[in-house]
């Protein structure tokens, strides 16, 4: 049990460490496509993956906690296009959509 905890402990800090380098250079005030930019780019890294808030929750809400930490100079658009994909979007395909539109 101790060398389970070890382990989610090292996951959890080593995506800490990793999220915290993907969004380092996000700023909030560029443009509207420069922001959408931005997201594009962080959800290509595949840190968080937009299943991540069914299969693994504590992961979900740990990177939101991250991005809040850097809530001011992250500014409100990039907050809210971040929240609209992960929360709104990917959470309603999740809740309601069938297997075939969850696998895309």
């Not at 250079?25 to 509207?32: E, M, T, V, W």
């Not at 939101?64 to 994909?85: C, D, M, Y």
């Not at 979007?89 to 696998?103: K, N, R």
Request: with cysteine; hydrophobic share 40%; glycine share 6%.
């Amino acid at each position: 049990q101790v060398s389970c905890c070890f382990a989610f402990f090292s996951t959890k800090m080593s995506f800490t460490a990793d999220w915290r380098q993907a969004i380092q250079d996000i700023r909030g005030d560029l443009s509207f496509q420069e922001n959408a930019d931005q997201l594009r780019k962080l959800l290509k890294t595949g840190l968080l993956t937009l299943t991540d808030l069914r299969d693994d929750p504590e992961k979900f809400f740990l990177a939101h906690r991250l991005l809040a930490e850097n809530a001011p100079k992250l500014g409100p658009g990039f907050s809210i296009r971040f929240t609209v994909q992960y929360n709104l979007f990917a959470g309603t395909v999740l809740a309601i959509g069938d297997d075939e539109q969850v696998a895309q």
